[in-house]
């Protein structure tokens, strides 16, 4: 049995590296890769489940097409909307955090180390 690990870190410290010259550029691709991930998701669970209500008969594309949602779905989205946004700017996020702790190379460098060899 291996033995238990402490919890990788929420945000991996110290700077990340820069693939182009203006780190903009580096933050803005991480934003559109994870959107990218959250999108294919939920276009993996849409369709599973239009699938299962077509075989099962409960489902058409048209009862979908004219669904209005009541209020407390609206309200279930909305905040299923904010998390996602939260997640997808998380990048934002890491690099005020890394900022504000005055991080380096060094740090993030130490930190991926730390995993590759089991250390964090």
Do not use: C, N
Request: net charge negative; hydrophobic share 45%; glycine share 6%.
């Amino acid at each position: 049995m291996d033995a238990p690990t402490a919890p990788l870190p929420k945000f991996v410290s110290g700077k990340r590296p820069a693939f182009h010259a203006d780190p903009a550029i580096d933050r803005l691709i991480a934003m559109v890769l994870a959107l990218t991930r959250e999108v294919s998701v939920l276009r993996d669970r849409v369709d599973t489940l239009e699938v299962l209500g077509q075989e099962a008969g409960w489902l058409t594309i048209d009862a979908v097409e004219a669904y209005v949602p009541p209020l407390p779905v609206r309200q279930r989205r909305e905040a299923g909307r904010e998390a996602m946004i939260g997640r997808v700017l998380a990048i934002l996020s890491e690099e005020i955090a890394d900022l504000e702790a005055g991080a380096s190379d060094d740090g993030y460098w130490a930190t991926i180390s730390a995993i590759e060899t089991g250390e964090a």
